[in-house]
Each structure stands twice: as C-alpha cells, then as structure tokens.
C-alpha cells in the first residue's frame, strides 16, 4: 500500500475529504518523527511502538572491493509491533 492508497483508505473510511485524510496523516508522521527526534517513544496501543534506538559503530564490507570499512554510529528508528496487529497478520 502506498502512501496514496492509505489516504484514499483513510478518507473513505473515515467520511472525509481526501485533503483533509492527507493533512491528518502527514500530521501524525511529522509528530512521530519529532517525537523520535527528540528520543521519546510513541506507543499506539494494539498497532505498536516506535522508538529511537543507537547503533554501535561497526565494521563492514564493500561488497564490490571486498574492502573493509568503518561504518559510525547511528541513531535510527526502531518498530515493534503490538500484540493486536501480530494477532491480525498472522
């Protein structure tokens, strides 16, 4: 599903426009995105949890020269799903 087909989704779901359903999710993104940022989580109960964890810095490979490199850390963003979507994937 694409970001497109989500808004589509989510206007007709919810009986709005699709401007409206667009304004609504890219809020929610900015605001989980600010909120990583600043290293707090955002827990959506039953869907899950997003969180800013810290990756070590590493060694790796070039794939194409076989040369080893240094790759630094990293702050990236982490998901982990909640006990209601596992149930409904499964």
């Known amino acids: ?3 497109a087909e989500l808004i589509e989704a989510v206007a ?3 009986k709005i426009s699709k401007t409206a359903a667009a304004k609504a999710i890219d809020s929610m993104i900015n605001g989980i ?4 940022k600043k290293g707090d989580k ?3 109960v039953g869907f899950g949890t997003f969180s800013a964890v ?3 810095a590493r060694k790796g490979r070039n794939p194409r020269t076989g040369e080893e490199i240094k790759i630094p ?3 990236v963003p982490k ?6 979507l ?3 994937v499964k």
Request: avoid cysteine; glycine fraction near 8%; aromatic fraction near 4%.
């Open 86 to 88: 596992k149930a409904a």
């Open 1 to 3: 599903m694409t970001k």
């Open 54 to 56: 810290k990756r070590k």
């Open 12 to 14: 007709e779901g919810a």
């Open 42 to 44: 955002v827990t959506l």
């Open 33 to 36: 995105k600010k909120t990583l």
């Open 73 to 75: 850390a990293a702050k």
């Open 79 to 84: 998901f982990t799903s909640g006990k209601s």
